[in-house]
């Protein structure tokens, strides 16, 4: 009911009918806050415009002031007695405008929370007012007929009295200037125009009238007549005049033409109510009955092309000029004026003409030659029309595609060269490598070579908007509304970004780098084309549109066509290139500026298996504790866990250590937190058995004594926890045995007599001696396995402080380009002896010699060379090898296919890939499939009795001639096994049972979706498999539904007729004909009877059968071919069945959407619903395709 543009902020304001009013973030498409104080609904809004303030009127009688930032109400304006209409805030004074339905208008002072005054005059509801954007005048609406202008210049100069009642009937505040009649019915809206004396209305009478503001008078100076129902709002947009209505329509009307509105925007069940506009940002907002949608009347993107290392542009009906290499921006010529600037430039790479297309008028181009700066322009502009691509391909010749989607090719003259059959429904053509244009058809994307006169590659991606390819045509990114596609120049995929909540605007390759730039609504960000990793490089305040970039330079246009050239300082992604391409010295410079900070940048070091670097971001002790356990760091743990003496992280810490070998540190962590059971262990793995008996004697626990007793030999210990706790017999036996002979007379004698002669008769055996343990105190040794640069440096504390610059040898001549940085070590050192490609430095005085004599030289190293520094020492030490990666880990991370996850068992990761790829939103139908993939891949071995089985996953192995493959699941091959299903589907749906026949084929979509094939052919033989089951999939749906209402006759036959309209085999569509046949004969819709009988004979079917339809046939002749139902069916006009409502859609009225995952079409008004076919994915969701194969990714 009310909308409301934020001044500042990407916000809008809107009032609902229900009493919320809600604040929406429109690039963000996220809403904000959400108020529901109002007991009525809300039919006014609007915010201030400095202060974080906005004001509501709503049918509860009250006008309300909110500070967004308190997220609160601040008070009520109480006064009005009736419906409060619309409400607006003052741009100078603390006014507030108010009308409502009780005849008045008021004007309140919002800092005093008071009733300025009232205006009265209007004998009806007022159903508008505003305040003049610059003058000191205010307007109303009213249904009373008239629009009237009050002059409210007194309030400026007026001293509020709040001794003195408010006047309900008359005051001298605010006198009206102008009554404006004209209208035959109720006005529900005026509007001041911006700049102009213009003032536009709308009223019931559906007509829209424009006043102009003179010099003590106001008169009409024309109308516009369009709306078929009672127009609701209406304003003014710059040079235009939008209306919206109950005619379900916005209207956009030219002030200066009586040719009817330019532009219509319908919708097919929603009443038009209110609308709001934002000029800066060209963005209009309509509020309808089921919510808001805002929009532009015209595209702000500048079309831009790259040639010859100049840009080209169009910027205000001219063409601009960029030499990068010069930085020289020039303006060569202007454009023929058109209603809307062009969409794409093409340039010819032969000379300077270039091919201008615009979308308008049913899409034409114009061919024209751009002048070098300083040259005069050729007028001579040649013009295509029904057009809607033209680009060039090669020198002197350029591509057009007409309406029926033939391909034309034509030369620089504009005349026809010769045309070429469409490709695959193709509606745009992108341009591409010399020789090669880009056709994009509704689910793919073709790369088409000309003089073949055939496609190359193609892809399956839907919804492209733009195709950008890198300075060497070697790679392209295909940009769709929330998605890139970064492929090879054959069109292989390399990843897939993927923007859940913002449009996605533009991409440039870096020309030095392997990285993909791109911006979305509100950001720059980056993508690491190595391995698709993703960034923000910063927020943008407005929209910008990359044209190229290199290193840290970035060149891109802004909305208003100005080119800017902007030097970024992207050191995250310059720290993540130098650490993937181990470049340590550079990413060592960058960690001493301290200029990174973040726990993501923490996350993404330990998952790049880097928690050694990792410890040089953070400062909190146990986050560091953590990545030195990580990283095998032990000095830097233990320091760590002095630091916070938390027995948690003394556990860790000696289990840590116990698995590198450290047991000094093992047994000093088990110390600090009392493991006696862990620490005698140690004890007993070193044989440190005086450290072992010190535990004994300080322990209470009788079992420790006892168990740790046996390892020492101390017989004592354990005779006397024996009689402690009444075992005489076994203290007896255990004396005797070690001869201690007092000590068993006297355990004897304190026994029972009868229990002292049963161990007399027992013979017992002398206890074998306990060996002499040898103790060893050193630690585990470590595998000989190098330490990493940075395990070096965290051990040398003079290391990380400073590293100094790789100094240049002073090699002249011809050698000296040998000395070129080859292996991107930054000159490391360290490596040159290594890679052999330092230089050694001749000693003074050395005559030269033979190319291997060095090597015989005996040096004297004395004494000193065996004395190395603890540094030195410690930076050729050995630690134990890391644990290599597990085949489930390198599954997730290397495979795009969702079934490689699932055998790894990540099905989380298995679930949004199958987002991206086919847009899942609904994963429980296929709980049963992940299951049956995963304990296929996986094995389990049994293990002994007391222990839990050992799984394991079932891998396949490469080749002996090709063991550089990675390594995949071992997944049974299933693709047989749908075909063989879809035959026992046929069966059950030849026999008429079709819930049986609707769970097989709805399981073959769903194991079709993860099922793995190795080649095209195979592939291809999967997607006709997809095909049949989703075909019969929709006819259930639609028999299903048939059955659910038996009852109405008109439906039922509709149905019926529709399940013939799926693609089923002859046989079953036979029988379906028969059956609507038969439904629409005893409904006397006797037409459609004869239609479906003719269609029957159509399939050459058996002599009964084509009996029974030709008796139709004549039958419904004999009662004149007539439906006593209204059927809605056209079998002369082809359609396709919106999957949601079950109504056919035929061709030419609307654009229906498609389910991702089974390409089941619905109308546009369902987007975001469920599909009825599937049940696992969202209509008109974006997806990049399923991937069904490793071939499709490589």
């Known amino acids: 009911k009310g909308i409301a543009f934020h001044p500042q902020r990407p916000w809008v304001l809107c009032g609902l009918h229900n009493g919320v009013v809600q604040i929406w973030d429109y690039r963000m498409r996220t809403c904000v806050d959400r108020y529901e104080e109002h007991t009525g609904p809300v039919r006014g809004v609007d915010f201030h415009a400095s202060q974080p303030l906005f004001v509501t009127g709503s049918d509860d009688h009250t006008a309300r002031v909110w500070n967004y930032k308190l997220k609160r109400c601040l008070f009520a304006l109480h006064g009005h007695l009736d419906f409060v209409r619309t409400v607006q805030f003052h741009k100078e004074q603390p006014w507030i405008v108010s009308a409502s339905d009780d005849y008045t208008i008021r004007i309140w002072n919002w800092q005093n929370r008071s009733c300025y005054t009232a205006l009265t005059g209007h004998n009806h509801y007022v159903m508008s007012a505003q305040f003049h954007p610059r003058e000191d005048l205010l307007i109303s609406a009213s249904t009373d007929t008239t629009i009237r202008i009050w002059d409210i210049s007194a309030l400026r100069v007026k001293k509020a009295d709040s001794s003195l009642p408010q006047d309900l009937f008359g005051n001298t505040d605010a006198v009206v200037k102008f009554i404006l009649e004209g209208h035959e019915k109720s006005v529900n809206w005026a509007s001041f125009h911006p700049e102009k004396n213009l ?19 106001c008169v009409e100076t024309d109308s516009f007549r369009g709306h078929s129902n009672i127009i609701s709002c209406v304003t003014f947009f710059k040079d235009q005049i939008i209306s919206c209505g109950e005619d379900r329509t916005i209207r956009v009307w030219d002030m200066n033409s009586r040719a009817g509105p330019t532009h219509t925007f319908r919708r097919d069940n929603d009443r038009f109510w209110v609308l ?346 146990w986050i560091r504790f953590n990545l030195a356990v990580e990283s095998g760091a032990m000095d830097i743990a233990k320091a760590s866990a002095i630091e916070m003496n938390n027995p948690e992280a003394w556990r860790i810490l000696a289990e840590t250590a116990t698995r590198f070998g450290d047991i000094q540190l093992a047994m000093l962590a088990n110390a600090k937190i009392s493991n006696s059971h862990g620490l005698a262990y140690q004890c007993l793995l070193t044989g440190n058995m005086s450290t072992m008996q010190a535990l004994i004697d300080k322990s209470r626990d009788p079992h420790f004594v006892m168990q740790q007793g046996l390892y020492t030999g101390d017989v004592d210990k354990r005779i006397n926890v024996l009689a402690k706790s009444g075992q005489l017999p076994l203290a007896y036996s255990l004396a005797k045995s070690n001869g201690k002979d007092e000590i068993a007379e006297q355990l004897l004698a304190s026994m029972k007599p009868e229990v002292a002669e049963r161990c007399l008769k027992i013979k017992v055996f002398p206890a074998q001696a306990v060996p002499e343990v040898h103790s060893v105190q050193d630690n585990w040794p470590a595998l000989p396995i190098q330490e990493s640069f940075f395990s070096r440096m965290l051990k040398e504390p003079g290391l990380l402080d400073y590293v100094p610059e790789a100094q240049s040898d002073a090699v002249t001549g011809a050698w000296g380009d040998d000395e070129d940085d080859l292996f991107g070590d930054g000159g490391d050192k360290e490596n040159d002896e290594e890679l052999g490609s330092g230089v050694v430095p001749v000693a003074q005085g050395g005559g030269g010699g033979g190319a291997w004599d060095d090597d015989d030289l005996e040096l004297d190293l004395g004494g000193d060379a065996t004395s190395a520094s603890p540094s030195a020492t410690t930076a050729t030490s050995f630690v134990l090898p890391r644990e290599g990666e597990a085949l489930p880990k390198h599954w997730v991370d290397h495979s795009q296919l969702p079934t490689h996850h699932i055998a790894a068992g990540s099905f989380q990761t298995a679930i949004e890939l199958l987002r991206k790829q086919v847009g899942i939103v609904n994963a429980a139908p296929l709980e049963s499939i992940f299951m049956t993939i995963w304990a296929s891949a996986n094995a389990s071995l049994p293990s002994w009795s007391l222990l839990p089985s050992h799984a394991f996953p079932l891998a396949t192995r490469p080749s002996d001639d090709d063991m550089q493959s990675k390594h995949a699941p071992l ?75 038996p009852t109405d006759d008109k439906r039922n036959i509709e149905l019926a007729i529709y399940f013939t309209h799926c693609k089923l085999q002859n046989s079953h569509v036979a029988l379906g004909l028969n059956q609507a046949m038969v439904r629409a004969f005893k409904g006397k819709c006797f037409k459609t009877a004869g239609i479906l009988a003719r269609r029957i004979l159509d399939l050459d079917p058996s002599q009964d059968v084509a009996l029974k339809a030709r008796k139709v046939i004549d039958e419904a002749s004999a009662k004149g071919n007539t439906d006593a139902l209204t059927i809605n069916y056209d079998d002369r006009n082809p359609f396709q069945l919106c999957v949601v409502d079950m109504v056919p859609m035929y061709r030419g009225t609307v654009e229906p959407i498609k389910c991702p995952f089974c390409f089941s079409a619905a109308h546009p008004q369902h987007k975001g619903k469920l599909c009825t076919v599937c049940k696992v994915s969202r209509l008109g969701d974006s997806s990049i395709g399923q991937i069904n194969g490793v071939f499709q990714t490589n």
């Open 971 to 1045: 997944l049974p091959k299933s693709l047989s096994s749908l075909t063989e299903r879809i035959n026992f589907g046929y069966q059950a749906t030849q026999e008429g049972r079709f819930v049986d026949a609707a769970n097989i084929f709805t399981q073959i979509l769903y194991s079709a979706l993860l099922c793995v094939v190795d080649d095209k052919k195979q592939l291809a033989e999967l997607q006709a498999v997809q095909t049949v089951a989703r075909e019969y999939s929709a006819a259930f749906v639609i028999d299903t539904l048939r059955k659910a209402n």
């Open 199 to 217: 003032i536009v209305s709308g009223s019931e009478d559906r007509t829209i009238r424009l006043w102009r503001m003179e010099e003590g008078r």
């Open 276 to 621: 709001a506009c934002l000029p800066e940002q060209n963005l209009i907002a309509a509020g309808h009955d089921n919510g808001m949608f805002i929009f532009k009347l015209q595209r702000e993107r500048p079309a831009f092309t790259i040639a010859n290392n100049t840009l080209y542009w169009v910027r205000d009906q001219s063409v601009r000029t960029y030499d990068f290499a010069t930085k020289t921006e020039s303006n060569p010529m202007n454009l023929r004026r058109h209603n809307y600037p062009p969409i794409t430039i093409s340039c010819n790479p032969g000379d300077s003409s270039a091919a201008f297309w615009y979308e308008s008028d049913n899409g034409f181009f114009e061919l024209c030659t751009i002048p070098k700066p300083g040259q005069a322009a050729n007028q001579d502009i040649k013009k295509g029309v029904q057009f809607s691509s033209a680009v060039f391909f090669s020198a002197g010749k350029f591509a057009t595609l007409d309406r029926t989607n033939q391909i034309l090719i034509r030369n620089a003259s504009n005349d026809l060269s010769k045309p070429l059959p469409p490709v695959g429904n193709s509606n745009r053509i992108f341009p591409g490598p010399s020789g090669f244009i880009l056709l994009r058809g509704p689910d793919n994307v073709y790369l088409f070579h000309v003089a073949q006169k055939s496609v190359v590659a193609e892809i399956q991606i839907s919804g492209v908007r733009y195709a950008v390819w890198d300075k060497d045509f070697n790679r392209l990114a295909l940009l769709t509304k929330n998605s890139i596609q970064v492929c090879t120049r054959k069109l292989k995929p390399i990843t897939t970004i993927f923007e859940s909540t913002v449009r996605v605007k533009s991409a440039a390759f870096d020309d030095d780098r392997d990285v993909l730039l791109f911006s979305t609504s509100n950001h720059l960000k980056y993508c690491n084309l190595r391995n698709g990793e993703c960034g923000t490089i910063r927020t943008t305040d407005n929209v910008i549109y990359l044209v190229r970039a290199s290193q840290n330079s970035v060149w891109y246009l802004t909305r208003q066509g100005k080119i800017v050239l902007e030097e970024i300082d992207n050191l995250e992604l310059t720290f993540k290139l130098a650490l993937q391409q181990e470049r340590f010295r550079d990413v060592l410079k960058i960690i001493q500026s301290k200029k990174l900070k973040g726990q993501a940048l923490v996350a993404y070091l330990e998952k790049n298996n880097h928690p050694e670097i990792a410890m040089h971001f953070v400062s909190d002790p």
